[in-house]
């Protein structure tokens, strides 16, 4: 874990005024009153926090003038909202280029035009002869095959012109590139130079020449070489200025051919260029047969010819349409989010640029648009249109010497040609590529469409790397393996055409083949695009197996998730053999249960869990059997995390089996309890309370089989008791279910008397649990336990009517008025919202098998940085919640590993001083609810706690978050999830391995001023720390159940007893910091207000002693008093109390 | 900073030690082995004038500041060296008005967990109070003869209190519900008496128990009946019937996304001062 922040700042903050104190009486006249002051006054803390606005009757109601009219009218047409008006605005300021960098931008241009036209030119060799190169320049190509005809001068370019982006006005910050074409001159080319990359290797030379003439120069700061969109045969020079404005610009150097210099219809997909003779070094087996066509060798000459043309294009259909304009500007912003716009294969600006183009020409888009507008037509357009299938083309004549859109779909995935129509604009981009685009914006789509208040912030605003977006990630390392599942796959037809590129042509049948294997598991299959990378002009060229890693992305279909067997044909069927050979050895015949015999696969997988990671299974196996590609060089990321919320022994599950099981034990309970003869009044509901009842705890509850030596007997009330001379016994913890009981006029109508008769129904309850279902029972005052199939349940008998009563006050005129009281306002918590929260959560679980993993690692998680006791558990399973109801921009997780670093994100960037987190629980809330509900909340904003949860049953008082966390826990919380979270990512991004996946579930312990180390011995969780022990002591648990059955140990948990003293005791001097699962250590901080001395105060002596400072008698902590009272309280608990005194003064 | 604090404390003990006010401090440590001690701030107990007190006055010693692992049993022994103890009561909070107090049942008022609390010890004589102010300390909670629990053995004694008798709280269930029933019956048989019998004046109460019976007085009743009130009238209202009426509406209308806009506005002023709009 990175540096903790300082104590000091966190120390800090609890020292300023707390704004948000939860109030909870202050409803009504006076609160607002005082909350209206409080703006006032205290105006300096609650700055950066909305507040409703106050306009004058006279500003409201003022005759509008024309202006304002329109303007009203046209952000009605236009935008969604004038919100979302105002941000669309905002975002393209941000990322506009100012007229004055502009200004600095064309100076530096019209300079390098200078430089470029006075480098001088060179005799004639031959291509091959390259002495003449100086000695600090390296041709940025791969010369494979070195041996080439022709011959080759240097010539000042026929024309220098600026194309792409930063002409039209549509490039965006912070990369700023200036695309300029450097039009070579007839000369240095000749005849056939299309022709075995003879064009490529002039193009290389030249850049070779021109970066040597231009490095030496003081103009730049550096002059570098990279790939063009990242193809291997197209290096581009890139000039940055010097000075200041280094990090302004680029600019990217394109040498291209002599208009009509090539013959297109030399260039067709059809077409080969590329002899195999010549690449190869033999002419292909079978002499006679036809030459193999390179689409891609061919698209990329082409490309070079129509630099210009494009630009042109381009500039007459956005021209001084300002909506276009921003529209694209917005839609690269959109794809940069999305990290589909780099390398080779993006989803490029360029290419959404055609694409208004088109949309212009078929007119779906309008000159007069708004840039949300033309954003909100290409998603629609890309949503609907499958471009692999049905190709588009800008151009307008219908010569019949134009080759057929079914020619491109043979050659290329996707299809949308130029306006030459001989040139495929996505000739590079793949067809899993395009699918991704089409994914997002499908989802966009359904964004923009649910008038989602934050639209904007989701759509463009919000990152989507890979590790984020999609549950499982696998990366393949090292790259050179690629190379032979190339001869593998037979794939040499493609490389020839990629020259020699294997990574990228493997990339297509490796997908397809990944995709075909994955089946119904699989939602979407996304690959990274390898980047482009800069070298310097002294150093050879990287090679292929030097641009990184693959990584691939995979979004699960859950709903697949859970079979294990891969149907096949039957056996007799000619399409058993293709299955046999596609699944290799793991194809089995089998027999079924409806008497077919078929082909299947069987993957084994037990639990949950393991199911989640099948596709690992099947992506090794597949790219073992086809690609040769070994499952070491395969890194899957996908369930790395789960150990942490794995239990003790078992290392296959990750609980939700363990939590089935509970919740089938519980269904049971409930209809024991229906069932109950001889109660007086009939059960009328029965609803799980606990965490385990949503499947949101951690570790879930085993069956306890108590060994009855390990512990002291209490006969009489059939219990057992801890013994002191033992380590403390396994914690077990009851399960509360809540047991409503029918409304009657029996009932007495007085808060007391309720209670008895409640205890009185806890006895009636144990007392027929035992004679009629022979359950172990215990009843208290306000509960039942009941021990049943080695789990202890707790019911409590509720009555409905009960909060009602306790808020009634009579007023002296009689009148009986219902005001919230702290205990009508706990009752209800426990007894009518808990146990909704539960049923909803246990739905929500149904319908999202990740949920309960990843709640739990949340909750871990934060229990783990020491905060579980600032936030209930109810505030993060809704915040997990949150995560699956509202994903946007993403889909739910179907993982725990993505839902957990989401739910980091989340936390770390969510606003929460200015927005509640509205949970939409069974989609209750409809949209005009939701905005009720928010400015309900602005309204109240200074009533409610810091960290603001609705839900649907609890749309005003953010019930689950009333008691904390508070305004500094919350900040801490934040830090560190803001710090974890790039951390994880980059640790699951490491193509070598992971690492120590824990680190970030370690608590930082420096910020701490003392450090309370507890002994093993009375830790009864003690395994379930983080770095869980390789030996702990014997809880006194048998494998096989006892004989009899006393009740067990129930709650016993001394770290917590000893916390609940401490808190008590020393609470106004310091907090206190301990993970409950299985924590050694209790970290302390002290209250800085309380370290400042203060009057005597018969009321406030508390751990205080009394001194005389400068004559007067102030009171202090009596810190030494206090830190040897640490270890009174918990003698036999605590090992030792470290206290860092250097880090305060009394 | 420690070693200064130690230096402090010596001093302390040496000059004699520095007490609020009408208060003396005497040292209490919970056992020999511990090196600081916490102090005890004892006074005796008065009240103003005309209040009322529970505690006897004169014989009352008032202690503030008793650690939490003093119990009642231990104050009385600690100070039963002054003079014969009555009683001792632990309490969080010095009680200022006079509360009544009754007997709480150990099942539906379980313990609560102790803090530093504040003491009332009644001793049988007023000499015990002067004795005890006068006491030098330091006291010791637990001694070889009376030890005093505490962590984990405390904890399971604890545990082991927590599990109690049902059949006793069947018995204290009963004794209460049978008071509570006679005491409604009680009243029940009041108000049948009175019922329809007019008082001095003239008047007659009327009750829920009556012939006719009323609606009951409570908030919620008035506010339905306003709501139906309100909902009658506005059933008999004609909108955008005149013409003032849908210049009005229109108005309204504007006023609305006047002020909508101008939210909007403050939002993106804030947005803006946290830099959202950086996209990247």
Known sequence: MGPAPAGAQFRGAAGEPEVMEPALEGTGKEGKKESSKKHTVAGSPGEGLWQPVKLSRAELYKEPTNEELNRLRETESLFHSSLLRLQVEELLKEVRLSEKKKERIDAFLREVNQRIMRVPSTPETELTDQVWLPAGVQVPLHQVPYAVKGRFRFLPPARVTVVGSYLLGTCIRPDINVDVALTMPREILQDKDGLNQRYFRKRALYLAHLAHHLAPDPLFSSVRFSYTNGCHLKPSLLLRPHGKDERLVTVRLHPCPPPDFFRPCRLLPSKNNVRSAWYRGQSPPGSGSPEPPTPHYNTWVLQDTALESHVQLLSTVLGSTLGLKDGVALLKVWLRQRELDKGLGGFSGFLVSMLVAFLVSTRKIHTTMSGYQVLRSILQFLATTDLTVNGISLCLSSDPSLPALADFHQAFPVVFLDSSGRLNLCADVTASTYHQVQHEARLSMVLLDSKADDGFQLLLMTPKPMIRAFDHVLHLHPLSRLQAACHRLKLWPELQDHGGDYVSATLGPLTTLLEQGLGSRLHLLAHSRPPVSEWDISQDPPKHRDSGTLTLGLLLRPEGLTSVLELGPEADQPEAADFRRFWGSRSELRRFQDGAIREAVVWEAASMAQKRLIPHQVVTHLLALHADIPDTCVHYMGGLLEALIQGLKETSSTGEEALAAVVRCYDDLSRQLWGLEGLPLTVSAVQGAHPVLRYTEVFPPAPVKPAYSFYEHLRERASLLPRPDKPCPAYVEPMTVVCHLEGSGQWPQDAEAIRRVRAAFQLRLAELLTQQHGLRCRATATHTDVFKDGFVFRIRVAYQREPQILKETRSPEGMISLRDTRASLRLERDTRQLPLLTSALHGLQQQHPAFSGVARLAKRWVRAQLLGEGLTDESLDLVAAALFLHPEPFTPPSSPQVGFLRFLFLVSTFDWKNNPLIINLNNELTVEEQVEIRSGFLATRLQLPVMVIFTPQDRKSSVWTQDGPSPQILQRLVVLAAEALPVLEKQLMDPRGPGDIRTVFRPPLDMYDVLIRLSPRHIPRHRQGVDSPAASFCRGLLSEPGSSSLMPVLGYDPPQLYLAQLREAFGDLALFFYDQHGGEVIGVLWKPSSFQPQPFKASNTKGRMVVSQVGELMMVPNVEAILEDFAILGEGLVQAVEARSERWTV | ?280
Not at chain 2, 101 to 109: A, G, L, Q, V
Not at chain 2, 139 to 166: A, C, F, M, N, Q
Not at chain 2, 179 to 201: F, H, I, L, N
Request: charged share 35%; aromatic share 8%; net charge positive.
């Open chain 2, 1 to 280: 900073m420690v070693a200064r604090r130690r230096k402090r404390a010596a001093r302390g003990s040496e000059e004699g030690l520095t007490s609020p006010p009408g208060y003396s401090a005497i040292p209490i440590k919970f056992s020999e082995k511990q090196q600081a001690s916490h102090y005890l701030y004892v006074r005796g107990h008065r009240v103003r004038e005309g209040t009322k007190s529970s505690w006897p006055q004169k014989r009352t010693l008032f202690v503030l500041n008793v650690p939490p692992y003093c119990t009642e049993e231990c104050l009385s022994r600690l100070l039963s060296p002054c003079g014969p103890v009555q009683s001792v009561e632990l309490q969080e909070k010095p009680d200022l008005a006079e509360t009544t107090k009754e007997p709480k049942s150990k099942f539906f008022h379980p313990k609560p967990v102790p803090g530093f609390q504040v003491a009332y010890v009644v001793f049988q004589k007023p000499g015990g109070v002067s004795a005890a102010l006068a006491l030098k300390g330091p006291l010791l909670v637990s001694t070889e003869s009376h030890p005093v629990k505490s962590g984990v053995h405390k904890w399971i004694r604890d545990y082991r209190d927590s599990v109690l008798d049902p059949e006793a709280l069947r018995v204290e269930v009963d004794t209460f519900m049978e008071t509570y029933d006679k005491k409604m019956a009680e009243e029940e048989a009041k108000a049948q008496e009175e019922e329809g019998v007019p008082d001095e004046e003239g008047w007659v109460k009327v009750t829920r128990r009556g012939r006719r019976p009323v609606l009951p007085r409570t908030e919620a009743a008035s506010l339905r009946v306003l709501e139906r009130e309100k909902r009658k009238r506005a059933r008999k209202e004609l909108l955008n019937f005149y013409a003032w009426q849908h210049r009005e509406t229109k108005m309204e209308h504007l006023a609305q996304l006047r002020k909508k806009f101008e939210e909007d506005k403050q939002r993106i002023e804030l947005m803006r001062a946290q830099r959202k709009f950086r996209p990247y």
